[in-house]
């Protein structure tokens, strides 16, 4: 009855019901979609999170092995950092390593003595940043940037260039800009909502508009500030960028950015874009970042969380039990996650059926029993991961249960 081949699910129509009719027009129905994961850079600007350069090398092998396009990481941090950078450009990984710094030669040295291709540099366009963060005009800060790219350029570095709080600046400043940027063969621009001020259809209109402009491909980095990243996010690939920044975790700055899981789901299951990456290893890569950083991924989370799949309402439990679409739109197997079901007082019969029987038990009796038992302790006792063998068990339950009900 379960289907775990993440090929199928958006058109499983049992699954899906009618919602993709809801959904309506899908741009990104087949369109391929880059991965930029910022773990070891953005990721690390997270308050209390710092990894060890083991850690690092792990993180970024285990990100490539995942399938990532492109991994970005911030040699000019320190020398440790720097060091890390050599290191995973040394490992020789599919994904692109990406050098991130500041739009100044000394940080470019730095890049280039990774041995990296590809470096990233950043610089503010906002009014409110060129004022009070770096005291330039807006004049000075084009002129600097360009400076930067072609000094990147003559030492043949590949570049992308991002126009930090690109979402609150004027928006003729930053098409000029982008203009200028074409000019001088940057090969990648990245617009980000550096605080969170836009909306879905503002990130659409923002990376439209510079899209309209320019021919360079464009990147969308969106801070969670108003837990609108990951939606901000899609509507800037909706518009037309072709790569998306992401943290395992959603760590970063203050609040973070989008996820990895969750954008990358999003994006193959309910948009059908061609993100070909191992969908399975998401829980695993959510918990190795949990453990190397010690902060914990919350219960609530989508997909990697321990609450994603865990079912507590005696109707839910019955349904999930009779089919698992019934509740669950993602199978935890795709994500590597588990199912897992609560025993308590919200149980009703057909959960404690199920609960008995993995005893041997099979009783009328018994099961009335334990229902009236659990509704007086009036708690959630325990929950039960269901393990390979128990899933097992309920298929053939299912079979059963779909006979009587
Ligand atoms: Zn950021």
Redesign the pocket.
């Known amino acids: 009855m379960e289907d775990d081949n993440i090929e199928k699910l958006g058109e499983d129509v049992e699954r899906v019901g009618f919602g993709p009719r809801y959904n309506g027009k899908n741009s990104l129905k087949g369109r391929k979609i880059k991965i930029l994961d910022?773990t070891l850079r953005?990721g690390e600007?997270f308050p209390g999170c710092s990894f060890t350069n083991s850690q690092r090398v792990q993180i970024a092998w285990t990100l490539d092995f995942l399938g990532v396009d492109a991994i970005e990481i911030s040699p000019i941090i320190s020398r440790q950092h720097m060091e890390a950078c050599k290191k995973i450009v040394q490992a020789g990984l599919n994904a692109t390593i990406v050098a991130h710094g500041r739009a100044l030669r000394k940080d470019l040295d730095q890049a280039l003595e990774c041995g990296v291709s590809f470096a990233a540099m950043y610089h503010s366009v906002s009014d409110i940043h060129l004022k009070y963060k770096l005291r330039v005009s807006r004049e000075e800060a084009l002129s600097r940037t360009l400076d930067a790219v072609d000094y990147a350029k003559a030492h043949g570095l590949q570049v992308r260039v991002t126009l930090?709080d690109a979402s609150r600046a004027d928006p003729q400043y930053v098409v000029a800009f982008a203009k200028e940027l074409e000019r001088a063969h940057v090969d990648r621009i990245s617009l980000?909502d550096?605080v969170g001020v836009m909306t879905p259809s503002g990130m659409y209109s923002l990376i439209k508009r510079v899209k309209d402009g320019v021919k360079v491909p464009l990147d969308v980095?969106c801070?969670n500030d108003m837990g609108l990243a990951l939606a901000n996010s899609i509507a800037g690939l909706e518009a037309g960028a072709e790569q998306v920044?992401v943290t395992a975790n959603g760590l970063?700055?203050r609040v973070g950015?989008a996820d990895l899981a969750q954008t990358s789901l999003v994006l193959r299951v309910l948009y059908n874009a061609d993100v070909n990456i191992r969908f399975n290893m998401l829980f695993e890569i959510a918990r190795l970042v949990e453990e190397y950083t010690s902060i914990p991924v919350p219960k609530s989370a989508p997909l990697v969380g321990g609450n994603a799949y865990k079912h507590k309402a005696g109707t839910h439990v019955a349904a999930v039990l009779r089919n698992p679409k019934t509740y669950e739109l993602v199978p935890p197997k795709v994500v590597g996650n588990r199912r897992r079901l609560v025993f308590g007082g919200l149980l009703g019969k057909t959960g404690a059926e199920f609960l008995l029987k993995m005893f041997g038990i099979e009783a009328e009796t018994e099961t009335k029993k334990l229902v009236s038992g659990l509704k007086d302790l009036g708690i959630d006792l325990f929950e039960l991961e269901l393990t390979e063998e128990m899933e097992e068990l309920l298929k053939k339950e299912q079979d059963v249960l779909n006979k009587v009900g």
Do not use: N, V
């Open positions: 910022s953005e600007q930090e980000p550096t980095h801070h920044h970063g700055e950015i």
